[in-house]
């Protein structure tokens, strides 16, 4: 009879491919054993494999294409979703470039300057979006990535001033 195990014997197992940089895990091994312990103990975070797919796959589509404007937004967001605030930030400051007449470009500008606690910057951008026609107010008020800005005096008069524009 067959091996009992619930992957086929060595002699059996067609060539899997080069090996995996991490871990020494060969492409068949994913496809018979959960072999993610191992790779997020090797790289110390939890990622998880949708996002390390989209990782991948928009930075795959930056290489030949490094000013689509679309993946660099999605790009960004993803590099603030997974605690990647510097390159997040890198990501904006070239949608901007892109699209400087874009409120929401300033505005993701403004979150990733919010979360690397460079508040001065962040209100200017902010700032910006709002000179460009961001008004989505419930959103700004409670937006995580926003909230070291909110922590500063200087949101408030600037929410403030915001606010006695628009009703004017």
């Known amino acids: 009879m067959g091996p009992t195990k619930k992957y086929p014997s060595r002699r059996l197992r067609a060539y899997a491919g080069p090996r995996s940089v991490l871990c020494e895990i060969t492409f068949r091994d994913f496809y018979y054993d959960d072999q993610s312990s191992k790779i997020f103990s090797k790289l110390g975070t939890r990622m998880p494999s949708g996002q390390l797919f989209e990782l991948d796959f928009y930075e795959s589509i930056l290489e030949k294409r490094p000013d689509h404007v679309g993946t660099l937004e999605a790009l960004g967001h993803l590099y603030t979703e997974l605690g990647e605030y510097e390159k997040g930030m890198i990501i904006d400051k070239r949608v901007v470039e892109l699209k400087p007449h874009s409120p929401a470009a300033h505005y993701n500008l403004a979150c990733s300057f919010s979360l690397l606690e460079i508040i001065g ?13 961001y008004d989505d107010w419930e959103h700004l008020e409670r937006d995580d990535d926003l909230a070291n800005l909110r922590a500063d005096g200087r949101f408030d008069a600037f929410m403030n001033e915001v606010r006695v524009t628009e009703t004017a």
């Open 121 to 133: 910057k962040a209100l200017e951008e902010l700032r910006r979006a709002v000179e460009l026609g």
